[in-house]
T-cell receptor, first 113, second 112 residues
Framework: GENVEQHPSTLSVQEGDSAVIKCTYSDSASNYFPWYKQELGKRPQLIIDIRSNVGEKKDQRIAVTLNKTAKHFSLHITETQPEDSAVYFCAAINNNAGNMLTFGGGTRLMVKP | DTGVSQDPRHKITKRGQNVTFRCDPISEHNRLYWYRQTLGQGPEFLTYFQNEAQLEKSRLLSDRFSAERPKGSFSTLEIQRTEQGDSAMYLC??????????FGSGTQLSVL
């Protein structure tokens, strides 16, 4: 089955700096890669996703890049704000065969004002 | 609120008791998932329904766990003879086909 690893487990940045979270996956057939943000005590919320036919996707201060050859993908947050502080999870799935998302272990992002 | 709903939000039970959780997915979402999440970890897949059919179960799901989705709408997850190791957040999620997956707020289970 799919295995997703996520680094770092914790990340502390100063407000206004950029934050980068990296994930690797094992199944070369995986073709959909979402990112979820989870605030303390709340549900995971989808913030951005990318499909395997695209190398990069941006949505305001958030971007995701995908390297299919190396089987890794990254989340980039620019101009970080204190409200970006949360746990971020990456995930992967082969939508043509697999039926469930496999999640990484999470990154706790702390943005210091 | 038209999102995924879960009930109850919190459940405290004594070891050995049975508990049942309910999930109401987003309407028209044919796929429904149960995940378990412990503190500091990512969600772990438990089981998956397409309409009323339970198509996949994780090896994490012991015989004490059972899930149903009788009419292809809401789902229930029952844990029999609860153990302290069952303490976790139980998350339900739903989607339509291969579209985006949406999570509910979860049921936090504490087994004393």
């Amino acid at each position: 089955g799919e295995n997703v690893e996520q680094h770092p487990s914790t990340l502390s940045v100063q407000e206004g700096d950029s934050a980068v979270i990296k994930c690797t996956y094992s199944d070369s057939a995986s073709n959909y890669f979402p990112w979820y943000k989870q605030e303390l005590g709340k549900r995971p919320q989808l913030i951005i996703d990318i499909r395997s036919n695209v190398g990069e996707k941006k949505d305001q201060r958030i971007a995701v890049t995908l390297n299919k050859t190396a089987k890794h993908f990254s989340l980039h947050i620019t101009e970080t704000q204190p409200e970006d502080s949360a746990v971020y999870f990456c995930a992967a799935i082969n939508n043509n065969a697999g039926n469930m998302l496999t999640f990484g272990g999470g990154t706790r992002l702390m943005v210091k004002p | 609120d038209t999102g995924v709903s879960q009930d109850p939000r919190h459940k405290i039970t004594k070891r050995g008791q049975n508990v049942t959780f309910r999930c109401d997915p987003i309407s028209e979402h044919n796929r429904l998932y149960w995940y378990r999440q412990t503190l500091g970890q990512g969600p772990e897949f438990l089981t998956y329904f397409q309409n009323e059919a339970q198509l996949e179960k994780s090896r994490l799901l012991s015989d004490r766990f059972s899930a149903e989705r009788p009419k292809g709408s809401f789902s229930t997850l029952e844990i029999q003879r609860t153990e302290q190791g069952d303490s976790a957040m139980y998350l339900c999620a739903s989607k339509r086909g291969n579209e985006k997956l949406f999570f509910g707020s979860g049921t936090q289970l504490s087994v004393l």
